[in-house]
């Protein structure tokens, strides 16, 4: 099988250059590899062209304009990543005939209520990026191309910056911290989404009519839910009971509404996504968030 991994620096496509090895050869891609595996996404003919040097089985796009905030400014800019070239893609991977696995965002909801959200449920972004993230969506599915959308939420890794490292380095700084409490999610590793997606590819790849029966949307997050609040509170309680320098007395961390913090680009409340689609097609078990957490916690610290 030949597997061409756009997008493969960034955090999921970094842990991606792991999972996929196993299933088959897998050409790697970004904006700032060599000429002929360059993928910059501001070009959507140069990638189109990619796809057809390649000649993949399988395409799986991690890459994307994930700047939430500077989105709002930069409109044109995060549609054609996020939209127009991913339509591009989409069209190429129908011609070849190929499976398309593309990366979605709870931000393609308005984030209202306080329910589980399923693939059905009816979409209202309230971004720039959730926008733009939900053409991408659209112009995969009107390819007609065989694919697989995985909507996903809070995405942290070892790799790069994320909200877990923030949380040690301001806890080691400050006598007192403010975080969110009112918006709620299910944090995510890049690693489990990673090897998710190996095991859909898998699982597909081996059914008796190529998994056709199994193309389509579906949510892919830990399980579990928390807020930004009890997700500091979980990190640096952590960090304290493990012998990390923790400056920050836990009755010292106080949790303020979204209000608070006004930001370009507005996030939605209530990220809650159902799993029920992919755990019964697929026969997964999803671990608690807080695996995923304490794991790269450890990997962090040296533990």
Same mark, same amino acid.
């Given at each position: 099988? @030949? =597997?061409?991994?756009?997008?493969? #620096?960034?955090?999921?496509?970094?842990?991606?250059?792991?999972?996929?090895?196993?299933?088959?050869?897998? =050409?790697?891609?970004?904006?700032?590899?060599?000429?002929?595996?360059?993928?910059?996404?501001?070009?959507?003919?140069?990638?189109?062209?990619?796809?057809?040097?390649?000649?993949?089985?399988?395409?799986?796009?991690?890459?994307?304009?994930?700047?939430?905030?500077?989105?709002?400014?930069?409109?044109?800019?995060?549609?054609? =990543? #996020?939209?127009?070239?991913?339509?591009?893609?989409? *069209?190429?991977?129908?011609?070849?005939?190929?499976?398309?696995?593309?990366?979605?965002?709870?931000?393609?909801?308005?984030?209202?209520?306080?329910?589980?959200?399923?693939?059905?449920?009816?979409?209202?972004?309230?971004?720039?990026?959730?926008?733009?993230?939900?053409?991408?969506?659209? &112009?995969?599915?009107?390819?007609?191309?065989?694919?697989?959308?995985?909507?996903?939420?809070?995405?942290?890794?070892? /790799?790069?910056?994320?909200? =877990?490292?923030?949380?040690?380095?301001?806890?080691?700084?400050?006598?007192?911290?403010?975080?969110?409490?009112? *918006?709620?999610?299910?944090?995510?590793?890049?690693?489990?989404?990673?090897?998710?997606?190996?095991?859909?590819?898998?699982?597909?790849?081996? #059914?008796?009519?190529?998994?056709?029966? &199994?193309?389509?949307?579906?949510?892919?997050?830990?399980?579990?839910?928390?807020?930004?609040?009890?997700?500091?509170?979980?990190?640096?309680?952590?960090?304290?009971?493990?012998?990390?320098?923790?400056?920050?007395?836990?009755?010292?961390?106080?949790?303020?509404?979204?209000?608070?913090?006004?930001?370009?680009?507005?996030?939605?409340?209530?990220?809650?996504?159902?799993?029920? @689609?992919?755990?019964?097609?697929?026969?997964? #078990?999803?671990?608690?968030?807080?695996?995923?957490?304490? /794991?790269?916690? /450890?990997?962090?610290?040296?533990?």
């Amino acid at each position: 099988m @030949k =597997i061409l991994l756009l997008g493969c #620096n960034g955090q999921v496509g970094w842990e991606l250059q792991r999972s996929l090895q196993p299933l088959g050869e897998v =050409i790697a891609c970004d904006f700032d590899s060599a000429a002929d595996r360059r993928a910059d996404f501001t070009q959507p003919a140069s990638v189109a062209a990619l796809v057809d040097r390649v000649r993949p089985q399988v395409i799986v796009n991690s890459a994307a304009h994930t700047a939430v905030d500077k989105a709002e400014t930069e409109v044109e800019l995060a549609r054609v =990543i #996020n939209a127009t070239t991913v339509g591009a893609v989409a *069209q190429r991977a129908a011609a070849l005939g190929a499976l398309l696995v593309h990366y979605s965002t709870d931000y393609v909801y308005d984030g209202s209520g306080h329910s589980l959200r399923d693939e059905a449920s009816p979409t209202g972004p309230l971004s720039v990026y959730g926008r733009t993230k939900l053409e991408g969506e659209e &112009l995969v599915r009107a390819s007609g191309c065989r694919h697989v959308i995985s909507r996903t939420s809070w995405v942290y890794a070892a /790799r790069g910056n994320n909200f =877990i490292k923030t949380m040690l380095r301001l806890a080691a700084e400050r006598e007192s911290l403010s975080v969110i409490d009112d *918006q709620i999610g299910a944090p995510t590793g890049a690693d489990l989404l990673a090897d998710v997606t190996a095991l859909v590819i898998a699982r597909i790849a081996s #059914n008796a009519d190529h998994g056709r029966h &199994l193309d389509g949307t579906y949510h892919c997050v830990a399980a579990g839910e928390t807020s930004w609040f009890d997700y500091a509170r979980f990190v640096i309680d952590w960090a304290r009971v493990n012998g990390q320098s923790v400056k920050v007395a836990p009755d010292a961390i106080r949790a303020v509404p979204t209000s608070a913090y006004p930001t370009p680009a507005a996030r939605p409340l209530n990220s809650r996504l159902s799993t029920a @689609k992919l755990r019964t097609a697929f026969s997964l #078990n999803l671990p608690d968030w807080r695996v995923g957490v304490e /794991r790269m916690l /450890r990997e962090t610290c040296g533990q």
